[in-house]
């Protein structure tokens, strides 16, 4: 049998991390009076309150996507390609964290699924960021 | 090389080829070690294949709900749907889903004024750092079970109105943002935000007159203050809804749409000046102009005999995105009247005045030329004020004070501003306006804001009636400790309001409320210290003719000024007639 290689435990540890942050977008974020609500449902009523700044808005949609580049992130480190697995975990995890560092940074009450995000999100573009590395270090080889 | 080596190595120096390897044992496929390879290999396969299944799932439905999300961010389904969801958002004081409910325009152009109009309070300690938009503790209003009708008015507009429902509201004084300056304030005038305890419930909203409107802004339902007030307006006036509104008026920069309206204006042209406000603020009104307003009923000019011109006139516009203000360097205004023919330029600080305008100035203020400065309208103020100072003495103290902190503030720059839709620029009124409140804000300390206090309290605490109307006033026999001046941390007293009540007073043609009564014999057992004659001395009160002595004794008492001196014989002869 064909040993594991470290890029490849590596995209399967960021790829598992990614799909433990994207679980927690679906939980309550965040609340603005008594109303909390998941990180989809404050995208959506903040782009429709207008309160995005321009930078942002253009860039929110995105956040819809976290589930679906979580699935392919595991089915790219299932499939032993852990470059990619390795790229669309950095990915994930970046807009994760950033998303939810910067909901966290806003002026709504934020619960603690938020800070939850951050740190999986930050760990989950480190494991991104080791699996492309290994992989190139042993593409190198 | 090792000895070893040689001890292997054949006399002609050739190596020995190595032994063939032993023969393999057969493999028993029931050996313990070949069962668990069996089960790693079928394991890792398994453990992929799962992974790979889940990933797809994952994958191929976070893509379906990526496009059902991305693009879909709009409005409500119906009219109704946008009320409800206003309503569900106050009840949960969630200012982003009210946000979320309103019209885009009229939400951008009060969002931003609200953001900054909630900051400098709280730099002004007006409201603490407790204080949230998106939640205002000790503050909770409810809407339950509310039930909707809606009536269409044109395609596009509804009245939605509310059938049924509950609705409740409650204020705990002891949670409120109340910042440190404000609650200082209120401690001076004998108030205290903690006892602000009040609740009151409606169990039934249905309305037959009250509606909102709704507006289909193209990707779905909000509500839209400015259609609420004019479709009221409307209904009131019984006109049609008119099938065509205004055209707005657009410029190609700031500086042209601010022309546009100030060059409309001085000619009368209401028409023109209203088409070139921003359709974000006011697309209710071009809507329905027609309707509302009879443009053959406005007076033009020519029928006023006024001839009115725009001269001087110097812009310059400072642009961020969509938004700029636009400034007045130079303006000026001549006008031509059966009576009067004259004008005036303000630029640089100063006013340069021509013709009549200068003759009555020349005359009123005594002015040697033709310009007044801003130094020079400082020393008239002044010179106001010293009036006013000299009026201290009649109990207007503090007065100049009120205005000095005034003059003495850092003067905000006035801009207008105006907004780019589309393209084109319009001048934005509202914004305008809180763009200059917030600016004017921005120059004010909390020192000015307790200056502006003292000059209050001094103001009203000076002496109307000799006593002040914060303190003293009128002070029955026996009564003086408790009637001590708020400073000494005297007497005081708060009402909790169930209802909206009657008039302070009651109905002088009526029988004395319960809460009228209850101040006169306060009063009285102040007054004489035992409850039976203040029992007696009620009683004596109520033998009078006239009511109206009994409100004004029991305001006195209440508000702590000082009666007429018929309420206070009146007082007095109850108190006699009592053996006080």
């Not at chain 2, 006109?239 to 000619?267: F, K, N, W, Y």
Request: glycine share 12%.
């Amino acid at each position: 049998m064909r040993g594991h290689r470290t890029s490849e435990v590596a995209a399967a540890v960021a790829a598992a991390l990614g799909v433990l942050a994207a679980a927690v977008t679906p939980l309550p974020f965040a609340r603005s009076g008594t109303r909390w609500r998941s990180s989809y449902e404050l995208v959506d009523i903040a782009e429709r309150a207008g309160v995005l700044p321009d930078a942002i808005a253009g860039l929110a949609p995105l956040w819809f996507l976290v589930p679906a580049l979580a699935g392919a992130a595991v089915v790219a480190a299932a499939l032993r390609r852990p470059a990619i697995a390795g790229g669309l975990a950095t990915t994930l995890g970046a807009l994760v964290g950033t998303g939810s560092l910067l909901t966290w940074r806003s002026s709504l009450t934020t619960g603690a699924v938020v800070v939850v995000a951050i740190v999986l999100g930050a760990a989950t573009t480190l494991g991104g960021a080791v699996a492309l590395g290994a992989a190139r270090k042993e593409a190198a080889r | 090389m090792s000895d070893h080596d040689d001890v292997w190595r054949r006399p002609d120096g050739d190596v020995p080829p190595p032994p063939p390897p032993p023969p393999a044992p057969p493999i028993d496929p029931l050996a313990p070690a070949a069962v668990e390879q069996s089960h790693v290999r079928r394991g890792g396969l398994g453990a992929r294949v799962g992974a790979i299944a889940l990933g797809a799932l994952l994958l191929v439905g976070g893509v379906a709900f990526a496009a059902t999300q991305v693009g879909g961010s709009g409005g409500n389904d119906s009219p109704e749907d946008a009320v409800a969801q206003m309503l569900d958002a106050l009840s949960d004081e969630d200012l982003l889903g009210v946000l979320a409910s309103l019209d885009p325009g009229e939400r951008d152009t009060l969002r931003q004024p609200a953001e900054d109009l909630f900051a400098e309070l709280e730099r002004l300690e007006v409201v603490d750092d407790s204080f949230e938009l998106t939640g205002i503790d000790g503050l909770d209003l409810a809407f339950s079970d509310v039930t909707y009708r809606t009536e269409p008015i044109v395609d596009g507009l509804a009245r939605v109105y509310v059938t049924g429902g509950r609705a409740s509201f409650a204020v705990d004084g002891r949670e409120l943002p109340v910042g440190d300056f404000l609650a200082d304030a209120l401690e001076r005038f004998g108030v205290d935000p903690a006892d602000l305890q009040e609740s009151d419930a409606e169990d039934d909203l249905a309305s037959d007159d009250t509606f909102l409107v709704a507006r289909d802004t193209g990707d779905g339902w909000r509500v839209s203050i400015g259609y609420t007030a004019v479709e009221a307006a409307r209904g009131s006036m019984g006109a049609p809804v008119p099938a065509t509104g205004m055209q707005a008026i657009g410029a190609a920069s700031p500086e042209e749409a601010v022309e546009g309206l100030l060059r409309s204006a001085t000619a009368l042209d209401l028409r023109g000046a209203v088409g070139r406000l921003s359709p974000h603020e006011f697309a209710a009104l071009h809507h329905y102009w027609p309707v509302l307003v009879d443009e053959a009923d406005l007076p033009s000019a020519d029928d006023l005999g006024v001839s009115v011109e725009l001269t001087d006139l110097e812009l310059d516009a400072d642009t961020d995105g969509d938004r700029a203000r636009v400034f007045i360097r130079s303006i000026g205004v001549d006008v031509v009247a059966e009576d009067f023919a004259g004008g005036g330029t303000v630029a640089d600080g100063c006013v340069v005045l021509r013709g009549d305008a200068l003759a009555a100035a020349q005359e009123e203020l005594g002015l040697d030329d033709d310009t007044i400065c801003r130094d020079d309208i400082q020393g008239l103020l002044e010179d106001a004020m010293d009036e006013a100072g000299a009026m201290s003495g009649m109990g207007i103290g503090g007065l100049e004070d009120l205005m000095g902190a005034g003059l003495d503030a850092e003067q905000p720059a006035f801009g207008i501003t105006t907004t780019k839709i589309d393209g084109q620029w319009y001048v934005a009124p509202i914004r305008t306006f809180a763009d200059l409140g917030i600016a004017a804000l921005r120059t004010v300390e909390r020192e000015d804001l307790e200056a502006a206090v003292d000059a209050v309290e001094e103001l009203f605490g000076g002496g109307f009636f000799g006593g002040g109307m914060l303190g003293g006033g009128f002070v029955p026999p026996g009564l003086t400790d408790e009637f001590g001046d708020f400073d000494d941390g005297g007497w005081s007293e708060y009402e909790e309001f169930e209802d909206i009540g009657e008039p302070i007073g009651g109905d002088p043609q009526g029988v004395l409320d319960p809460g009228t009564e209850r101040i006169l014999y306060e009063l009285a057992e102040g007054a004489t210290g035992d409850p039976e004659a203040a029992q007696c001395v009620l009683a004596e009160l109520q033998r009078t003719d006239d009511a109206f002595l009994l409100f004004e004794l029991a305001d006195a008492h209440r508000y702590e000024f000082e009666p007429s001196a018929e309420a206070q014989d009146l007082f007095f002869a109850a108190l006699e007639a009592c053996g006080g």
